[in-house]
């Protein structure tokens, strides 16, 4: 990121955090500079795991003061007050065994120092953002009317990947034929996910700082069409994808404000927005319920959204956006990622405090399963495939260990009528070399599954990935070191290996090698039958690549 983009984006956050902030009784004193670098670093760094209100979620609950009562009446009490400055910041310095990361090559000592004391102030409550607010932030850069009938450039669309590269805010648009980068277009902070429209032309982006961008790849050289600014903290967008609705709406969730806005597909125009602020499933209201995964489905005219600390699953109605309906089903907290099953009825999606996957029929409208996996689930958006004893199988790995485990998924085809037994039920849990695994991957042209580890401690695991032999899932997997593969040389930050993603004829396997914010990366591409090195595609440009969205098989959910 440039200095003129960071100081925007702390002038920002400024204006966003100034309602509210006042400190805590007991809390260490700070001056008003390092409030201003506390808030910054916490909506940066913490706010996506421990929550704006800091009530805690896949984090812990970072509040100075807290108190619970559990089902005997026995109540325990605690709060960054209790810990104190020294042992906030050795937390901070040096991670948890509970998932958190060590921030002591992130952060600099003082930093670490002031995030210690900071924790211990009231949390700062950011306003809330109308569909005022949003018509406001609306931009259309080009109006539909003024874009091409046709496509206009002779790439084959339907190979690009879209590629965030997280700490430049920007998003790279790579030929998947060539491998050569087609451009890289300004986006939001560290965009989360690309999404693709129904008919493959657009691609919607949202960013940490809430801003959508809307990129229309027809014109000669790709363009983006609309921005529009759905809060102040966000991670999710999908389209409308049933018959009769291709391109018309986006919809987009938001972690701060809790809410979720509907848009107009073509030019990103504010139509909706619906709070998400309610009870939980355990009866408790809660302030600040974000809006984790989104999918769209292609049976019916309806979104699923994923409310995190409710653990309530709404499925969207948006055939007629005026008199919305919804249907909410109860599941379980903290709802985070998921995917289609291989049917795609069912949608499958990690209750990650609760170690289970909780699966929607989108045909009924109701909770098929709530099935226990180890600890911390976390899919992406798994893996789907035939396993050669029982059938149809979504896969998901663990941020908190060492296993993937494959969920038996119903099928309406007679011949898998033998499988019903296993329905819902883990069938195999696959051993990894540790703990820390973000994505799984597989295409149905493929006999593997790629798994990654980038949350693992061991430098070794977190710049390797895994694959496994879907014809023998005995065998011990391949360890592929990506990092030592790129032949960059070594840094002092690690190089994460995340997000294995195919390409549009399931033969490669795409995996970014996420380094430090100043250290050039890569994207190093395998060949998937003989997991040989097939390109490493680096650039100046290429700075801290996360997530890779092949154009389609994220328009057809493949996976
Ligand atoms: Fe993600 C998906 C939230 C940290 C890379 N991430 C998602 C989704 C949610 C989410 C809700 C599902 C979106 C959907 O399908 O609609 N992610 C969060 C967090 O709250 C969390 C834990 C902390 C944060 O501050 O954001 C978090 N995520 C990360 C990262 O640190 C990752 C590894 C790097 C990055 O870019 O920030 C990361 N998340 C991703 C990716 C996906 C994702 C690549 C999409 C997976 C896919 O294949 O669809």
Not at 51 to 77: C, F, Q, Y
Not at 345 to 366: E, Q
């Amino acid at each position: 990121m440039t200095t003129r983009t960071l100081t925007r984006l702390a002038l920002a956050l400024m204006a966003t955090f100034a309602a509210g902030a006042h400190a805590q009784q007991g809390a260490p004193e700070m001056t008003q500079a390092e409030v201003e670098v506390g808030k910054k670093i916490y909506f940066e760094r913490c706010a996506g795991c421990h929550g704006v209100l800091r009530k805690g979620a896949t984090g812990k609950n970072l509040e100075p003061h807290w108190s619970k009562k559990d089902k005997d009446g026995n109540v325990t009490e605690g709060g960054t007050l209790k810990l104190g400055t020294a042992r906030l910041e050795k937390i901070i310095a040096l991670g948890t065994e509970g998932g958190m990361v060590n921030y002591d090559d992130i952060l600099t000592k003082e930093e670490i120092n002031i995030m210690a004391r900071y924790i211990q102030r009231t949390p700062d409550v950011p306003p809330e953002f109308s569909l005022k607010d949003m018509q406001a932030s609306w931009k259309l850069l080009v109006p539909v009317d003024q874009r091409p009938t046709k496509q206009m450039n002779k790439v084959n669309l339907k190979n690009i990947f879209a590629i965030t590269l997280r700490d430049a805010g920007k998003l790279a648009l790579v030929d998947g034929d060539t491998k050569q980068i087609w451009k890289i277009l300004d986006t939001g902070y560290a965009v989360h996910i690309s999404r693709l429209s129904a008919s493959g032309r657009y691609i919607y982006t949202v960013g940490r700082d809430g801003l959508v961008t809307l990129i229309d790849m027809w014109f000669e050289d790709p363009k983006t069409v609309a921005t529009v600014k759905l809060g102040a903290d966000a991670r999710s967008v999908d389209t409308s994808k049933f018959k009769g609705f291709e391109d018309k709406y986006l919809i987009g969730g938001t972690y701060w404000p809790p809410q979720y806005s509907i848009m107009d597909g073509e030019t990103l125009e504010p139509k909706k927005i619906v709070s998400t602020r309610g009870n939980t499933v355990d009866g408790e209201y809660h302030p600040e319920p974000r809006v984790a995964s989104i999918v769209a489905s292609m049976t019916k005219p309806e979104w699923v959204v994923n409310v995190k600390e409710t653990g309530q699953i709404m499925l969207v109605d948006y055939s007629d956006i005026k008199n919305l309906k919804t249907t909410t089903i109860e599941s379980a907290k903290f709802l985070h990622d998921g995917g289609w099953d291989q049917s795609k009825r069912y949608f499958l999606v990690a209750a990650n405090a609760s170690h289970k996957i909780a699966a929607v029929d989108t045909k009924t409208g109701k909770l098929a399963a709530l099935v226990d996996t180890k600890k911390i689930p976390h899919p992406g958006r798994g893996a789907n495939f035939v396993h050669p004893t029982y059938g149809p199988v979504w896969a998901t790995g663990h941020l908190g260990d060492a296993a993937i485990t494959l969920i038996s998924t119903p099928s309406e085809k007679k011949a898998d009528a033998k499988y019903k037994q296993y329905n819902w039920k883990v069938v195999q849990e696959l051993k990894t070399a540790g703990a820390g695994n973000l994505f799984v991957k597989t295409h149905p042209k493929s006999t593997h599954l790629w798994a990654d580890m980038p949350m693992n401690p061991e430098r070794e695991n977190a710049e390797s990935v895994y694959v496994y032999d879907l014809k023998d899932l005995n065998k011990a997997p391949v360890k592929l070191n990506v990092a030592q593969d790129s032949g960059l040389p070594q840094t002092k930050a690690l190089r994460r290996a995340t997000h294995p993603e195919y390409n549009q004829a399931g033969d490669e396997v795409w995996i970014s090698l996420w380094g430090g914010k100043t250290d050039q990366s890569a994207i190093v591409v395998y060949d998937d039958k003989t997991l040989k090195l097939k390109k490493v595609i680096t650039d100046p440009a290429i700075v801290t690549p996360t997530g890779k969205f092949n154009v389609f098989n994220t328009q057809h959910d493949v996976y």
